[in-house]
């Protein structure tokens, strides 16, 4: 189903502009294989697959009533304080999806979110944050207007609007490994929104750990925006966007099958090619510290002094994503203090793991 094909639903039923509150949280998600480099309106250029979070989640409540002009309106409040540099993105995310959404032209919104990790982590809460103002619009159309029938119509609409606010974000609709992106040979697909990875998966994967050790909590200097933006004349791109489409088949494989060695060298590969996009990228840029390698090179002789299947992948920024299988969770976190740590920002590491999903509030 391609729902942009679908005419909106334009109407409230009885044709009463409704009042009400819905609330979403949902969950942020790390790439294994990763977006970088987009078409059009957030059309990716090869396909990626992440897995989902548990701890680290956006809280967003959505109170609505009739406008009074003609036009939506919107206050957003992070924590409690309004603030104003969200609510232009929310203005930009508004007019984006007012096409397939008209009736957010009749409604006044307040928008309450929040974080459960620290602002100063300098982890991106686009995913988290755009994932769950999409699933709240959604809702109020399920509610409110004689569309979105079917659990899946609404998870999928809730995805597409998603990808719209921040391409990353529609992955985070579902629970466990997503996929954003046309896979060959997989035609339930889409460059429009992401679906759950099907079954068969290993076990191993389904209770997956992730450390996200912070190495630096400041800004990062280049947005996604721009760096996706770069992609258009780098001269590795057209290549890359062909490895990550055989990279998304043969990581697939190993997830079912439980192959650790390939989907720890798929998952590192993708991470590091990832960065080096960047640094080829004109003009280049670089968003790895010195301690982020200073940790990528430890885990590389842990591995190898051990023998353990830990691995790490990055997204854009300095800070590491530990990945390992729940059993190993002890001598993991041995490491992390013993060596680790004194790469990390105050220390700090979030203890996440893979979750299931959204949840509504
Ligand atoms: C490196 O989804 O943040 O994390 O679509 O411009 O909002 P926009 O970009 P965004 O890019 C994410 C890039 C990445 C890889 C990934 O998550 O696949």
Redesign the pocket.
């Known amino acids: 189903m391609n729902l942009q094909t679908i005419e909106p639903v334009l109407s409230f039923k009885n044709s009463q502009v409704p009042t009400g509150v819905v609330g979403w949280e949902s969950p942020s ?3 294994l ?4 480099g ?1 078409r059009d309106v ?1 059309i990716p250029c090869n396909p ?1 697959i ?1 897995f989902t979070l548990s701890k680290s989640v956006s809280r967003t409540k959505v109170s609505y009533r009739p406008a009074e002009s003609g036009n939506y309106e919107i206050e957003f409040y992070l924590d409690g304080v309004r603030t104003e540099k969200f609510e232009e993105k929310i203005h930009t995310f508004f007019r984006t999806i007012r096409p397939l959404c008209p009736f957010i032209d009749q409604l006044r919104f307040r928008i309450d979110s929040s974080n459960t990790f620290p602002h100063s982590a300098g982890i ?1 809460s ?2 988290s944050g ?1 994932s769950a103002l999409a699933l709240c619009i959604a809702d109020i159309e399920r509610k409110h207007l004689d569309s979105l029938l079917s659990e899946k119509a609404f998870f999928q609409k809730a995805s597409l609007l998603a ?1 719209l ?5 529609c ?1 985070s609709v579902y629970g466990g490994l997503v996929i ?1 992106g046309e896979v060959e040979g997989m035609p339930q697909t889409s460059n429009e929104y992401g679906v759950k990875l099907d079954e068969p998966i290993h076990e191993v994967f389904k209770s997956y750990k992730d450390s996200i050790l912070i190495v630096d909590a400041a800004e990062k200097k280049v ?3 721009a ?2 933006g770069l992609m258009k004349t780098n001269p590795f791109s057209a290549e890359r966007f062909a490895q990550a489409g055989r990279n998304i088949q043969a990581l697939i494989a190993a997830i079912r099958t439980g192959d650790l060695d390939m989907f720890i060298k798929l998952t590192e590969l993708e991470a590091l090619t ?1 960065h080096a996009m960047m640094m080829t990228s004109d003009p280049y840029f670089l968003l790895m510290r010195p301690n982020t390698l200073s940790i990528i090179e430890k885990i590389f002789d842990f591995r190898q002094q051990t023998g353990l299947p830990v691995c790490f992948t990055l ?2 920024g300095p800070n590491v994503h530990l990945l390992y299988p729940q059993r190993h969770e002890q001598e993991i976190k041995s490491f992390i203090a013993n060596d680790l740590a004194v790469h990390l920002h105050n220390g700090f590491y979030i203890d996440d793991q893979v979750g299931t999903g959204p949840n509504e509030i």
Request: aromatic content about 10%; glycine content about 10%.
């Open positions: 998600n790390i790439a294989v990763k977006y970088w987009k957030q990626s992440s991106a686009s995913a755009m990808r606010g921040s391409g990353s974000a992955r954003w947005s996604s925006r760096g996706h990832l997204d854009a």
